[in-house]
């Protein structure tokens, strides 16, 4: 059964940078048929799609993150990576691995999460 | 951006109630948007997609309606596992980003 987990520091300093990652277990990170997402829930709020990655590379990103963002993905160890730059304290949230379903055209829905992993963004 | 809006925000129920849940686009998304669960403290769980869809799994008192820019999630039967808050997520392939309604929380009445 298709596993995700996130790891990383749960406190980040303003304007460092946020760095995660997810490990795939269970299943290859190499399919055609998946991309693979994060999304972010601040304490109390609703969910945020960061941008998802293919296994070959190609990446789609939130354009109000995008320019802070880097995802990127390393198919020998089945996982990949969030790098979120210039954090703020609006950045604090819990941060989800996904695996983004993929029609071959388009993203569609989000079908298998990881447990979540919470930052805090704090001097 | 396509922003999504759901109604009502909190809802109240007893077990056994029918439930309805709205989503509405800003604009077409076709049949483009999924359905999630998500309990306290735990990630979200997929339920519906492609606006009518069932998710592998998923109990069949859950089921999704809609096109365009007005969709529904009903609960035919409310269980006690369901109390939990619910999202939609537009995946409109003509929008440059993916986005999430703001969630309905349905409480024990």
């Known amino acids: 059964q298709l596993q995700l987990q996130e790891s990383g520091p749960g406190l980040v300093k303003p304007s460092e940078t946020l760095s995660l990652t997810c490990t795939v277990s269970?299943?290859?990170?190499?399919?055609?048929?998946?991309?693979w997402g994060w999304i972010r829930q601040p304490p109390g709020k609703g969910l945020e799609w960061i941008g998802s990655?293919?296994?070959?590379?190609?990446?789609y990103y939130n354009p109000s993150l995008k320019s802070r963002v880097t995802i990127s993905v390393d198919t020998s160890k089945n996982q990949f990576s969030l790098k979120l730059s210039s954090v703020t304290a609006a950045d604090t949230a819990v941060y989800y691995c996904?695996?983004?379903?993929?029609?071959?055209?388009?993203?569609?829905?989000?079908?298998?999460w990881g447990q979540g992993t919470m930052v805090t963004v704090s001097s | 951006d396509i922003q999504m809006t759901q109604s009502p925000s909190t809802l109240s129920a007893s077990v056994g109630d029918r439930v309805t849940i709205t989503c509405r686009a800003s604009?077409?998304?076709?049949?483009?948007l999924a359905w999630y669960q998500q309990k306290p403290g735990k990630a979200p769980k997929l339920l519906i997609y492609?606006?009518?869809s069932l998710e592998s799994g998923v109990p069949s008192r859950f089921s999704g309606s809609g096109s365009g820019t007005e969709f529904t999630l009903t609960i035919s039967s409310l269980q006690p596992d369901d109390f939990a808050t619910y999202y939609c997520?537009?995946?409109?392939?003509?929008?440059?980003?993916?986005?999430f309604g703001g969630g309905t929380k349905v409480e024990i009445k």
């Open positions: 996904a695996r983004h379903r993929y029609s071959g055209y388009d993203l569609r829905d989000f079908d298998i």
């Open positions: 492609k606006a009518s």
């Open positions: 604009q077409s998304i076709s049949s483009w």
């Open positions: 990655i293919y296994y070959s590379g190609s990446t």
């Open positions: 269970g299943g290859s990170i190499s399919s055609s048929s998946y991309y």
């Open positions: 997520q537009q995946y409109n392939s003509y929008s440059p980003r993916l986005t």
